[in-house]
């Protein structure tokens, strides 16, 4: 199965870079990963959220192909724990047949349509965090998911 | 008000300090801040973590004033949405009378002495992260609180 890592816009806090390439290569080790990051028109001064939102949903929905699993990260999506979260990947793994995408919004979050396209919606936290800072901190748990799955001394 | 964070052990993720002393400099703008790291002896090898637990608890404990507000950063502790954790702080900042201080405990948590000293419990998540990443997760939050108290627009 493959995993990729959707993010909108270029990541504009250089020094998560070298985290962010880190988390990668090591999640290579457990499964096929890319981190996607896909371009965004610059949105006009003082533009409303909706219409942000709806140029991003654009993008996002015509690179999704029919099987993909899409898997938002979305404060109003279900918590778990992070063996939780594992146990949930391992579902991912024996039960999806196309690609399992894992979609970080942008600043505003995602619009109906994409609402409407995801297959599950997951949450890290109540607090709305950073979207460049978050894409680190998925990265390091759905690492961590890997060496729980395998039973590797990685999680406390 | 003086507010604190307080971490154990030193950053061995080297990418994380520009973010973590960009934040701590943009948090000055609005309250009197610092950030202590306390060094902590290496653990011997196969050290039971409730030995390095409490080696952590004595170091914490003999650093604070009988008047500060500790608060521990604690998967156990209350969750909060963005807006309600600007809203907890300014509580703290209109109660509080000694230092507000924020724990972030090492990898494997808190002692029982440390538990027993706590005002209080947050937890940003279910989900166990890098305590080392968290620290630049904490800061970004709570500078998101100080712009949210200010009515400033960082937080959509």
């Known amino acids: 199965m493959k995993v990729e890592l959707w993010c909108l816009g270029k990541n504009t806090l250089k020094y998560l870079d070298s985290g962010i390439s880190d988390y990668e290569k090591r999640l290579k080790h457990y499964v096929p990963f890319s981190l996607e990051v896909f371009s965004i028109p610059s949105a006009k001064k003082n533009e409303i959220p909706e219409n942000i939102k709806r140029v991003e949903a654009e993008i996002i929905l015509k690179k999704l192909q029919p099987t993909d699993h ?17 146990q949930e990947i391992q579902q991912y793994f024996n039960h999806v047949n196309g690609r399992l995408i894992f979609l970080i919004g942008g600043a505003f979050g995602f619009s109906d ?14 607090m709305t965090m950073n979207h460049l800072l978050f894409r680190l901190v998925f990265l390091e748990q759905f690492y961590r998911a890997m060496t729980i799955l395998k039973g590797e001394p990685y999680h406390h």
Chains 1, 2 share one sequence.
Request: aromatic share 12%; glycine share 4%.
């Open 113 to 126: 349509d994409v609402y409407n396209r995801a297959n599950a919606k997951i949450s890290f936290s109540k």
């Open 70 to 86: 899409l898997v938002l990260l979305d404060e109003l999506g279900k918590h778990y724990s992070s063996t939780q979260f594992s």
